[in-house]
């Protein structure tokens, strides 16, 4: 069962990686607004994070 799910995550972080991406851009984008930009750093470092948690997610296993 662990395994079908996981098939899934990655089946859909593969083929709509670029969507959740663009997604954590927006949301980037739309926290540093509301933070006056004082936080870019942070919020562009959890950004990258998350699109590399997207890759991840795509990439198969390694097992």
Known sequence: MLDDIKNKVQSLAGSHG???KEA????ADIADDKTGGKHSDHVDKG???AKDAID???APSKE
Do not use: I, L
Not at 24 to 27: F, T, W
């Open 18 to 20: 670029d969507q959740g």
């Open 24 to 27: 954590v851009d927006k949301g």
């Open 47 to 49: 950004a990258d994070a």
């Open 56 to 58: 991840d997610a795509a």
